[in-house]
């Protein structure tokens, strides 16, 4: 069974940077004939997981919410087997767990945004950016 494991969550100041990574163990990124869209959502306190961003099996399609375009970046290496969320210029509501997920399809270009498209979650890392 494939697990995603977060990491990379911290506290840092608003204006600041960090770079998530979530890495998937018990598996592969690729796996024929199916391949694996990988996703980050975030749960701020009080308020419903939303999508973040979202990256096709080969990484040649991305796809990001519009609060965070031109400040984050999601990548993957697969031969690593693990993910990436490059976040750039935080500001505190930024402020949330930030998940990993993943997504089997047989689309190459499957981008899915929508937190019922991905069957394998991680648990979590915290990401606080204080003002």
């Known amino acids: 069974q494939v697990q995603l494991v977060e990491s990379g969550g911290a506290l840092v100041q608003a204006g600041g940077s960090l770079r998530l990574a979530c890495t998937v163990s018990?598996?592969?990124?690729?796996?024929?004939?199916?391949?694996?869209?990988m996703g980050w959502f975030r749960q701020a306190p009080g308020k419903e997981r939303e999508f973040v961003a979202a990256?096709?099996?080969?990484?040649?399609?991305?796809y990001y919410m519009d609060s965070v375009k031109g400040r984050f970046t999601i990548s993957r290496d697969n031969a690593k087997n693990t993910g990436y969320l490059e976040m750039n210029s935080l500001s505190p509501e930024d402020t949330a767990v930030y998940y990993c997920?993943?997504?089997?399809?047989?689309?190459?270009?499957?981008?899915?945004?929508?937190?019922?498209?991905?069957?394998?979650w991680g648990q979590g890392t915290q990401v606080t950016v204080s003002s």
């Open positions: 990256i096709s099996w080969n990484g040649g399609r991305t």
């Open positions: 997920a993943a997504s089997e399809s047989s689309n190459v270009n499957y981008v899915p945004s929508r937190t019922y498209e991905y069957e394998e």
């Open positions: 018990g598996g592969s990124f690729i796996r024929q004939p199916a391949t694996l869209a």
